[in-house]
């Protein structure tokens, strides 16, 4: 069938060199938590008594944490509700305890030094509360209270909170090690020891996103790329990770330009049962019984033996073409070399209106574009999973291969192409 050389694996990413009209190219990292597990954390973290003060001269308030923390993630923020059991006092009275829950939202962004950033605001109560109590003398109205009483347990609550996010994402140590061994060369085929070289160029990432119970921040690693044959490039001087940059959004997709190679052979294969053994004309017929492919001056040499109303050697060409609009390779005036033969057109011009020519143009078209079909396949596969770094496997598909000029060797058709798709990291 057809040959892919290794090149295939440098679908991964593209150099910013590859093309000046190319957009660039990222490998993408997903990296998220769940409301689960941030909640887990913070419920390590949060202290029994969470405030106790003064509401009004001579009377006092005791709050306390009575059950664990709940959160969930929606709408772009994280959601908080804090159940507290609530005790006021006035001298040598005491009040029953009461209980609700103290409702806050987070807002959280990356800084530049890849720390996550909160902003907590209080909500309000989940649970309604008495409008007034008596202690003792005394009358409260223990909502009204509570406003003042959110305030330090808000102030109590924010850093931990903070602290918490940045344990549950681990943002800036998941992204280091990605960022430190992209300059690293990393082998990708070592019966050819062809060699992937990056040279990343700064990290990219869109708005964190907190929606159905999962906190999920995308970012982009930009960076070229180089493939090595022989022996293993010295690695770069790995950079520091460098500030994050904020984007509403960024291109997820990689844009490669490459190389593709189909032999004359393999056509062949994909024309012997068209025309091997098979008969062509109407009243006169002619029976292919040998034929070969190359490529001579820019166009396609199919040089037949037949036997029949015509015994002897003819020769065909085809001219491969590149249609822009609908991304396609057909192969064009397909017709007969009359040079040398001017007899033939006098003896045998109805071979010249026969359907062999339309059968080989239809096969070698459709030849081709089955072969770019399992090009691009073979290409995914080789992206499914290539293992970066110890728990770091890049993952890939894909989706298109944009095709561009061909160019007619002697025993192939080369071409550009433009392999579109997606490339992402897992992280283990």
């Known amino acids: 069938m057809y040959r892919l050389p290794i090149f295939f694996i440098l679908l991964l990413l593209s150099t910013a060199s590859t093309s000046a009209a190319m957009p660039p190219s990222s490998i993408n990292l997903s990296v998220e938590t ?30 306390l944490r009575s059950g664990p923390v709940a959160v969930t993630a929606a709408d772009n923020f994280i959601h908080v509700t804090l159940p507290v059991q609530v005790t006021f006092r006035y001298g040598f009275y005491e009040s029953y305890p009461l209980r609700a829950g103290l409702r806050f939202k987070t807002r959280v962004q990356v800084a530049p030094d890849w720390l996550l950033k909160t902003e907590l605001y209080y909500t309000g109560l989940s649970d309604a509360m008495a409008d007034s109590i008596k202690i003792g003398p005394l009358s409260l109205n223990p909502k009204k209270l509570m406003e003042g009483i959110t305030q330090p347990v808000q ?49 990219v990432m869109s708005p964190l996103l907190a929606a159905d119970n999962r906190i999920r921040i995308s970012i982009g690693v930009l960076t070229g790329a180089e493939i ?19 984007l509403t959004t960024f291109d ?30 109407e009243e006169k017929k ?15 040499v199919l040089l037949l033996t037949a036997t029949g109303d015509f015994d002897g050697e003819l020769t065909v060409l085809a001219r491969p073409v590149y249609n822009r609009q609908n991304n396609t390779l057909t192969f064009e005036d397909v017709d007969f070399d009359t040079k040398n ?30 072969q770019l079909e399992k090009a691009r396949l073979k290409a995914s596969t080789a992206l499914s999973s290539l293992q970066l770094a110890e728990r770091v496997r890049l993952t890939g598909t894909v989706k298109t291969l944009s095709l561009g000029e061909a160019v007619v060797q002697q025993d192939r058709l080369s071409l550009q192409v433009v392999a579109q798709g997606e490339a992402g ?3 283990k």
């Open 341 to 370: 033969t001017g007899w033939l057109l006098s003896a045998g011009s109805w071979l010249f209106s026969s359907s062999i020519r339309n059968t080989i143009k239809e096969k070698l078209d459709s030849a081709v574009a089955e």
């Open 228 to 246: 090595v044959v022989g022996p293993k490039p010295a690695a770069a001087s790995a950079r520091p990770l460098p500030p994050v940059q904020h």
């Open 286 to 300: 002619i029976t292919v019984k040998k034929f070969n492919l190359t490529g001579d001056g820019g166009r396609l």
């Open 252 to 281: 997820k997709n990689f844009h490669i330009q490459l190389g593709v190679d189909i032999f004359f052979n393999d056509l062949v294969t994909a024309l012997n049962p068209v025309l091997l053994d098979k008969s062509f004309g």
């Open 425 to 427: 990291v897992i992280l």
């Open 155 to 203: 102030r109590l609550l924010a850093p931990i909170i903070d602290n918490k996010v940045n344990d549950a994402v681990q943002l800036r140590s998941k992204v280091t090690p990605l960022w430190q061994n992209a300059f690293t060369p990393t082998l990708i085929n070592k019966e050819f020891s062809t060699w992937l070289k990056l040279t990343p160029e700064r990290v």
């Open 34 to 63: 769940t409301a689960a597990d941030l909640a887990a954390i913070v419920n390590q973290s949060l202290p029994a008594e969470l405030y106790k003060g003064q509401v009004r001269p001579g009377s006092s308030v005791t709050v």
